[in-house]
């Protein structure tokens, strides 16, 4: 049987201070990460609204026939 993995200690991570990599100011988080104005303004940068696509999809037949399989005797 498998060990069981005890779960982690949340209180293991703390916040320490280092410097946002996007902004250079200086920031306390558990984790390394944007400050968090980069955070809201990465979010407002890469989010978009789901659009509707007027495309009909027709996929491309790239495969051939198998001479051998399709061969008639
Ligand atoms: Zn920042």
Redesign the pocket.
Known sequence: MRPVMDSYEASAFVSFDHA??????E?SMRFMS??????A?LRDLMEREASVVDAEYSPKMNVTPNAVASKDD
Do not use: H, I, K, L
Not at 20 to 25: S, V
Not at 34 to 39: I, L, R, V, Y
């Open positions: 946002c990599p996007r902004c250079g100011a920031t944007p400050c968090a104005t980069c955070m303004a």
